[in-house]
């Protein structure tokens, strides 16, 4: 980030793009927050089907962060991009103790519905999910990763057994890990 940059002047948004895929959208993209002196904290991207999907959490001065706001709708349309933009904070984590569900089994419309709802009525936090599906055994078959935070004060080990009887109730196999880094 612009070493003249303050904690105290540090502005946050979200920036999110989907359009067709072609070879430079990444570099295009990023080569607008470099120009405009905004520091990208954050950022996804995926290709669905045909389609490049890209989300980054930027910060920047007040200045850098509206000359992004008035340059990125131009180059949206140049690159056939839509866009969409959002002022917010700064993420501060719940739990800096963060938990990695992975889950798998027969694929089945409503899996993930049911699964991030008992995580939401036991306020339990999303941080991040990835899904996706494959052919096993001639079988549809579907593997998820949810990384969590988890309230202060939960009880990890409640928790877990009752989400894995959830789990095993549709059908899925589930594991809890903390995630550490060493």
Known sequence: MNQAISNLTTQHLVLTTIGKNKT???????????????????????????????????????PALSQLEMKLPQLAVKLDLLSMMKRTSSHTGLNPEQYLIQIEGPDQAGTIKTLTSFLASNDIDVVSLRSGTSVENNQEWQQAEITIELPMGSNIDNLGKEFERLCHSIKMKCTFNLITIE
Not at 30 to 35: K, M, Q, R
Not at 42 to 62: N, Q, R, W, Y
Request: proline share 0%; with cysteine; net charge negative.
């Open 24 to 62: 430079g959208l990444v570099s295009e993209l990023t080569g607008l927050v470099t120009e405009c002196q905004c520091n990208i904290i954050d950022s996804k991207m995926a290709i669905f089907g045909s389609e490049f999907t890209m989300i980054m959490l930027l910060a920047g001065d007040g």
